[in-house]
């Protein structure tokens, strides 16, 4: 790892330049110092090697059962919160974290313990093909460096927040408020000073139920201070959604509560956004917030069925997120097919042309993440000047879930090269991802 060499690959490359537009073909991707040089046909690569353009790089050549994708950009998710992957789902939001969540997440000012949970976590996400992750932390500063320590360490993309909280609850789990604004500034300007390109802080509000307008009012001056993205949850239950407004009388949605601190920039991304009023919609459009999706915990916790097709619709950037440990999978593609399961229901339901087909969840998990989290300039897809991260797929990988039946896939290479991206978005597993590759590094190599 991190030797960072130049490396051409030949065969199958995937990749999106909108929500519906996949191209897919046989060609060469050149990627030098971490960043994409240059791209073409399969014969200019034959001509180009012979010249001997590539004699200082490594050639990968992928076989007729592989492919190349950019990774997967998880939008949101809460690495504290996965070792209670998988319990307590039986309650609604409000309950699941008074119940759950809040202990679990105390325990991170042990930062012993911090550091070992994350170093996994990381390392699970990146198995799994997630080359970019946009993460809440807890509340705790030194807890939350130590997850920035581990994206660090195992070479991964990250937006990370230390998560803040100021209103009361029974787990006593929140921090009083000139307290809170101090530390976020600690976390900001600690993250900022190891200078790591991959690595982000975000201003981490955890949402208008745990922050009051004081809290809410200084968390976004500090976003505004330090340029930083902001992050946070919105409209994901409705007796959230009640107490939200009850508590602020004044305001009249949800959104509002947030747009009246400065919380909504085009450098935040919301997630959930499942009951959002036709006003609100508007609202963030008009503000350039992004959603984050997440499918998972948004029916493990009866929250509702997002419809994301609407908030598309209103040119809302969205991107997906496995939200953990309110969602129960920490893999992007089990979110990109629980994107399409949502809506196909909703579709069902009689909401015309609604459900969203494999190649636009696809986009979500990849390009419109890259947007989502205002990356795009970086990462996403693979145009020329962007940073390399990379997944190698292997259809048929040793172990995996999908059998090869010989001949049986289309013939005409272009139509072959979609059964086998198709065949991994429904079936696949992280045993085909058998190399993920960020800026250019090898971060797993199960080849
Ligand atoms: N709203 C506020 N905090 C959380 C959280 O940790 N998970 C989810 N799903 N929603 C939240
Ligand atoms: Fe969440």
């Known amino acids: ?100 969540t809040f202990h679990l997440e105390k325990k991170y000012s042990d930062t012993e313990f911090a550091a070992k949970v994350y170093d996994q976590v990381v390392q699970r996400l990146l198995k799994n093909g997630t080359t970019t992750a946009c993460y809440f932390g807890s509340l705790h500063v030194e807890g939350t460096l130590e997850l920035v320590k581990s994206a660090i360490k195992h070479h991964q993309r990250a937006l990370i927040g230390k998560v803040s909280m100021n209103k009361e609850n029974f787990a006593e789990y929140y921090n009083e408020t000139k307290k809170e604004l101090e530390e976020v500034e600690t976390f900001i300007k600690q993250v900022i000073s190891y200078q790591n390109e991959l690595v982000e802080p975000v201003v981490t509000p955890r949402f208008a139920v745990s922050c009051d307008k004081e809290l809410m009012d200084g968390l976004g001056s500090i976003a505004k201070k330090y340029d930083c993205r902001i992050q946070s949850h919105i409209s994901e239950n409705t007796s959230e959604i009640d107490y939200v407004l009850e508590t602020n009388p004044k305001c009249k949605s949800y959104g509002h509560v947030y747009d009246e601190s400065g919380i909504l920039t085009n450098k935040c991304i919301m997630a959930h956004a499942v009951h959002l009023t036709e006003d609100e919609l508007t609202l963030l459009s008009s503000k350039g917030v992004s959603v984050a999706h997440c499918p998972a915990s948004n029916t493990r916790l009866k929250s509702g069925l997002c419809p994301v097709r609407e908030i598309i619709n209103a040119n809302i950037t969205v991107g997906l997120g496995t939200d953990v440990s309110g969602g129960d999978n920490a893999s992007i593609l089990d979110a990109i097919r629980r994107t399409m399961d949502i809506s196909t229901c909703l579709e069902m339901r009689g909401n015309d042309k609604y459900a969203l087909d494999w190649k636009e969840a696809f986009y979500l998990a990849t390009l419109g993440g890259a947007k989502a989290l205002n990356l795009d300039h970086k990462i996403g897809n693979f145009d020329i000047g962007k940073e390399f991260d990379a997944l190698l797929v292997d259809v048929y990988a040793k172990g995996g879930q999908i059998d090869k039946f010989e001949g049986t896939l ?28 960020v800026k250019g590094e090898k971060v797993k190599d199960a080849l």
Request: aromatic share 10%; proline share 5%.
């Open 1 to 100: 790892m991190k030797d960072n060499k130049n490396i051409v690959f030949t065969g199958i490359i995937a990749s999106s330049s909108s929500l519906n537009n996949l191209e897919i073909n046989s060609g060469y991707i050149a990627v030098k110092d971490g960043k994409i040089t240059k791209r073409g046909s399969t014969e200019e690569f034959d001509r180009l090697e012979k010249s001997g353009e590539f004699s200082t790089f490594e050639i990968v050549k992928l076989s007729p059962d592989q492919f190349i994708i950019p990774g997967f950009v998880d939008c949101h998710t809460h690495a504290p919160q996965f070792p209670n992957i998988g319990l307590g789902l039986d309650r609604p939001l409000l309950e699941w974290l008074a119940k759950y």
């Open 410 to 437: 289309q013939s005409n290479p272009d139509e072959y090269a979609l059964d086998l991206l198709q065949k991994f978005i429904f079936v696949g597993d992280d045993r085909n991802i058998v190399q993920v590759y």
